[in-house]
């Protein structure tokens, strides 16, 4: 039984020792792994922010510009209103005085049948 216990231990402990040894270098291996991912982690979170941080100032911006063009597009829209407006005023009024004189125009016209149908009697 001793010579067994010594076979085990002559062939069995190193065998376990270089086990050990192996299993601490993965060990230290699976830390380095845990350390790299934490740094690529906090890498790709610190890019990602960056990207949040410049999509927000391009919304803000862009928004600022729509705002800005909705607000010049209104004041354009208004000034033509106006003009269209007062070119609509200025043609009914030119109807409403083309429309009177051509009044006046059959009046005589009437007048002037009438006094044609006397004479010619």
């Given at each position: 039984?001793a010579?067994?216990?010594?076979v085990?231990?002559?062939?069995?402990?190193p065998e376990?020792?270089?086990?050990?040894d192996?299993?601490?270098?993965?060990?230290g291996?699976?830390?380095s792994?845990?350390?790299?991912i934490?740094?690529?982690?906090?890498?790709?979170?610190?890019?990602?922010?960056?990207?949040?941080?410049?999509?927000d100032?391009?919304?803000?911006?862009l928004?600022?510009?729509?705002?800005?063009l909705?607000?010049k597009?209104s004041?354009?829209?208004?000034?033509?209103?106006?003009?269209?407006?007062?070119q609509?005023?200025?043609?009914d009024?030119?109807?409403?005085?083309t429309?009177?004189r051509?009044?006046e125009?059959l009046?005589i016209r009437?007048?002037?049948a009438?006094?044609?149908?006397?004479?010619g009697?």
């Amino acid at each position: 039984m001793a010579t067994i216990k010594k076979v085990l231990e002559g062939i069995i402990v190193p065998e376990m020792q270089t086990i050990k040894d192996r299993l601490a270098s993965i060990e230290g291996e699976i830390k380095s792994l845990h350390s790299e991912i934490k740094r690529l982690d906090d890498k790709i979170d610190n890019g990602l922010a960056r990207l949040d941080n410049k999509i927000d100032t391009g919304l803000v911006r862009l928004e600022d510009r729509i705002n800005h063009l909705d607000q010049k597009l209104s004041t354009e829209l208004a000034r033509l209103d106006d003009k269209l407006s007062s070119q609509v005023t200025r043609l009914d009024e030119k109807l409403t005085f083309t429309n009177k004189r051509l009044d006046e125009a059959l009046d005589i016209r009437e007048r002037l049948a009438a006094l044609e149908a006397k004479v010619g009697r």
